[in-house]
């Protein structure tokens, strides 16, 4: 009998370092190489069509249609001195990842040949044959329409011989069906929202930007290993396997130094990624073993939003080449950490002012109080809806399990900030507000630079969590587009800006001197978001209970949190900031459902399929050798002597028949039970069934399958088990 995880070990003990090709230059010297950014639009473009170009992205001035084929001219000629002789319309659908279709640049050129071709037509709109990507009903499949349009904010790129154009994705009537259009209006949203704030303390600020660092975590284990994997290969994370004797116990992985084999693979990924102008800065360990992480240096909300998803694919590529594969599912592995993607979020001015910094002076620092009051307020309110903007079958794995974040949204602010604004919120009239110029000023308000230099009470236990200068959004999955996240946040921040604004006037409307009047709204807003500050261990279960008594969204069931989208409130939200429209959300949340539902059927025909022809033939055919064996010892000795010698091999048959009938009984039940939820129509009943019905035997199967990997035969084991699989060498 051929062994294909012994093969495979044996494969990855011998493997080398692959060479990485690290240029002989800095990399200032080749970062965006491989970008229409503006150095090459100012080349390429004229002075004319460039500076329509800029007012596009900075100012958001709608783009003329002359303008494009300006813009696609150049922009042709720049990919193909880049070695491109394709290009593609690159967008985000409501799936997993991006997606491209693509198109050489030849036309026929009326005298029997051809020439390179690229009309501004092309790049400013293309019309994909949409029908196989989800819409929740917006697009029906003999409509098959949809429309990609050019997004001039995020420049175009080039991946091998491809020029890709970052676009949003509509359908025939207008609707969204992607991730990247309800961003960029949420963007714009908060931006027109927070200027307006703004204006109270600085009338020269024009705009306001939201900001995206994300920090993503991963995997790596060995191509050859992953390949004997069938479970890691179509749902990306084991649905079996016993913990390793050793794992992430000794916590000698996190900032441990990195494997050579690792090693090469970040350099190249980061040469990669230089050359797509990825300003990628931080690479380490993380907790896990063969975890790490990569963080770039954060940028505008959409360009990071499109800079990381272009990194989950160039890793893919990079890891390839280096003989790994990278798991990005929140939770590949039982019993180890899972992993994350913090959002570090923040809002800054066109002025160069951080909104969520602490300010150098009495005004900055009143402005800085105002935003951080009116992010916990806007949170507060809409805890569930942020929730559901990161939960999803795989998230739900790791929300809840001991290193993550629970199901619960809460905000950190640590105990300086907490003791600010519990000063402000006592205070009681004027001498809390009377800070304007440079006398007069509080103390407490005057000491908040000084304060959070030192801010090291960090606590890695909050979803949301105030770092000093931004907020960490830390309950984002992995593998999850950061779109979903900024754009839940964004939109809340900006409804809730607007509100604050209204109340604001009127106050001064009615006589209140301006500062006055904020000093009575915030201290409000301090008094009735107090529900969603917590700074405790966010990891215990009493917190679980408080949390439900503060009224905290506490849901853990996906299919049922996603509901938060369609409450009145949330409606409401994405409606008056004009980022979703009702019709929208039902359709979104209709893919959200599907998408659920799928992924969970996925696993579990997956382990059915294992248990079935892996686990159930080879534990049989070790409990025949016991059988022989003991079949034979019985004929060699007396009845006595024989049961002494087999007695062993007895329990260890019986155990494994055991195991093999709970396997085999609930095997069956599960299959029954998909059966009765597939006839189901409604997409959220659906999902609710496969989530109270189906998704508890993955783990029932499983703890039966772990049972028999430590009893059966080490040799006969076909599937790779944790201690090869998470030990790179
Ligand atoms: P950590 O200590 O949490 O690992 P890092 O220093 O690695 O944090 O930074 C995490 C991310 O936060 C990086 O992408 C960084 O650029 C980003 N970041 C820093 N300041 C801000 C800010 N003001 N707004 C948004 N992101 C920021
Ligand atoms: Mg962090």
Redesign the pocket.
Known sequence: MSNLRFHSVKETLNRKVVDVPVPQKKTSDYFGSYVFDRRQMRKYLSNETYKLVLNAIDKGEPLDRQIAKHVAAGMRMWAMENGATHYTHWFHPLTDGTAEKHDAFIDFDGFGGVIEEFSGKLLAQQEPDASSFPSGGIRNTFEARGYTAWDPSSPAFIVDDTLCIPTIFISYTGESLDYKLPLLKSISAVDKAAVEVCRYFDKNVKKVIS?????QEYFLVDQALYAARPDLILTGRTLMGHESAKNQQLEDHYFGSIPTRVSAFMRELEYECYKLSIPV??RHNEVAPNQFEV????EECNLANDHNLLLISVMQRVAEKHNFEVLLHEKPFKGINGSGK?N???LGTDTGV?L??PGKNPIENLQFITFMVNVLRAVHKNNALLKASISSATNAHRLGANEAPPAIISVFLGSQISALLDEIERGNGTSDINVKGKTGTRLSLNHIPEILVDNTDRNRTSPFAF?G??F?FRAVGSSANCASAITALNTSVAYQLCEFKREVDALIASGSKKDEAIFTIIRRYIADSKAIRFDGNGYSDEWKQEAAKRGLDCETCVPVIYDAYLSESSIKLFKETEVLSERELHARNEVKWEIYTKKIQIEARVLGDLAMNHIIPVATRYQGLLLDNVYKIQKLYNEEKARKIAGQDLEIIEEIADHINYIKIKTDEMVEARKTANIIENEREKALAYSQNVAGYLDEIRYHIDKLELIVDNEMWTLPKYRELLFIR
Do not use: D, Q, V
């Open positions: 900001y995206l660092g994300w920090e800065k931080t963080a770039p240096i954060f913090h570090n979020w923040s951080n969520l910094g770092t200068n931004r960490e």
